[in-house]
């Protein structure tokens, strides 16, 4: 099963572009990567998945190398209201998904 | 328009008691799962039906025991609570895609508190 590791925490400025990475070294073939974004006292909300290469939505970009054994979450110039807890996980066959510990993302003005 | 909803938001009990969560989606997914978030934030699978079966069932002790009526639904029942499942339990859905990484929305969790 593929295990992720990401940092545990990130400081940023408002308008800055905010990368986080996330190591998933015994990725397996079929295996896509996603993000989720969790505030506190909700659920977690899906941002972005990709399988190899670049992926853009209206919220963020996803970067993954050819060796798929990381990947990068990028947030392009955030707000306070970024300020969340954020997961990288790698899907499994089997719907069985691992959550890893999450970087929680302080956004100050 | 709520689309993953769970049953209640809290709930306050005495060890020993057994209780009930409940959860619906009106995503018309197939692929429903219970996940538990302790206090230190690691979410962790606990149960993942498809089409009513059940297909992933972590080691989760026999206290704990999921019942899907239909496929809007799976439901949490929890034997004998104990101060150790004191969490918050997610809920969540999914369509079915084999496996390969499907988005999931979850809903607003339960936050159980076991005195």
């Known amino acids: 099963l593929a295990k992720t590791t990401q940092p545990i925490s990130m400081d940023s400025y408002e308008g800055q572009e905010v990368n986080i990475t996330c190591s998933h070294n015994n990725i397996a073939t079929n295996d896509y990567i996603t993000w989720y974004q969790q505030f506190p006292s909700q659920g977690p909300r899906f941002i972005i998945q990709?399988?190899?290469t670049k992926v853009t939505n209206e919220v963020a970009s996803l970067f993954i190398p050819a060796d798929r054994k990381s990947s990068t979450l990028s947030l392009p110039r955030v707000s306070l209201s970024d300020t969340a807890v954020y997961y990288c996980?790698?899907?499994?066959?089997?719907?069985?998904?691992?959550f890893g510990a999450g970087t929680r993302l302080f956004v100050k003005a | 328009d709520t689309a993953v909803s769970q049953t209640p938001k809290y709930l306050v009990t005495q060890m020993g008691n057994d209780k009930s969560i409940k959860c619906e989606q009106n995503l018309g997914h197939d692929t429903m799962y219970w996940y538990k978030q302790d206090s230190k934030k690691f979410l962790k699978i606990m149960f993942s039906y498809n089409n009513k079966e059940l297909i992933i069932n972590e080691t989760v002790p026999n206290r704990f025991s999921p019942k899907s009526p239909d496929k809007a639904h799976l439901n949490l029942h929890i034997n004998s609570l104990e101060l150790g499942d004191s969490a918050v339990y997610f809920c969540a859905s999914s369509p079915w895609t084999r496996g390969r990484g499907e988005t999931q929305y979850f809903g607003p969790g339960t936050r159980l508190l076991v005195l």
């Open positions: 996980l790698v899907a499994t066959g089997g719907f069985k998904t691992i």
């Open positions: 990709g399988y190899k």
